[in-house]
């Protein structure tokens, strides 16, 4: 196993956790806004609430700004990686907007100093939404570079796959709470999709962990 495919795991297994974890924390300790539920198909609440409050707080902070540095170097690493392929336009643009997307949402957390009423909200949401929605854009760019036919003869089944799921249902999922936001309804649904869309861009990282597993790229294969 490469130090790339180590990267990819710690990618999907530190944001994961480090929301899990917050989460059933933040149970423990009765906290507002936190109820007992799978949140992935009741949408009690959304992930943020999951990590407000201390203790949890501090593993949620800390967690996802790690994780965000991680989605970062994922990026440029992604990059370094077909970089032999010269002259890609998708490999740049994708790179720049995953890791804009990533500084987005380390802004969107460092912020969540409690009490609840001193917290930034409107830098928060915007840099969340903005997160999710610039991630989704760099991954589809990302999976239409993998679809080249330079490319995608070196990737794993097992890689395309998970890919193509990540992309297509976060597309769909975001598609729904768009429309839900825009109606004003849904709220429950909307908490839902955002814990299923962080699952899933943790999917697209670790997906790189199939063709990652030996330190070879394209052109030396």
Not at 101 to 109: F, V
Not at 115 to 123: C, M, S, Y
Not at 131 to 154: D, E, G, S, Y
Not at 166 to 182: E, R
Request: hydrophobic share 50%.
């Amino acid at each position: 196993m490469s130090l790339k495919s180590l990267l990819a795991l710690a990618c999907l297994f530190l944001s994961q956790g480090s929301i899990i974890i917050s989460y059933l924390i933040a149970l423990q300790f009765d906290h507002p806004k936190v109820e007992s539920c799978n949140p992935f198909f009741q949408g009690c609440l959304n992930i943020t609430d999951a990590g407000i409050y201390s203790p949890e707080g501090y593993i949620f902070r800390g967690g996802m700004i790690s994780a965000c540095a991680f989605f970062i170097m994922w990026w440029l690493v992604s990059f370094q990686h077909f970089k032999p392929l010269s002259g890609v336009f998708l490999n740049k643009v994708s790179c720049a907007l995953g890791v804009v997307g990533a500084l987005l949402l380390i802004m969107a957390t460092a912020v969540l100093i409690p009490p609840r009423e001193a917290i930034n909200w409107d830098v928060h949401v915007a840099g969340a939404i903005l997160f999710f929605l610039i991630t989704f854009l760099a991954q589809a760019l990302h999976l239409c570079l993998c679809m080249r036919k330079n490319i995608k003869p070196h990737l794993s089944r097992a890689s395309l796959n998970l890919k193509w799921l990540s992309v297509i249902v976060q597309g769909t999922m975001i598609t729904i709470a768009l429309t839900l936001k825009a109606l004003d309804s849904g709220d429950e649904t909307v908490n839902a999709i955002e814990w299923w869309l962080a699952l899933l861009i943790g999917v697209y990282f670790y997906s790189a962990f199939y063709h990652w597993q030996t330190p070879k790229r394209p052109t030396d294969i």
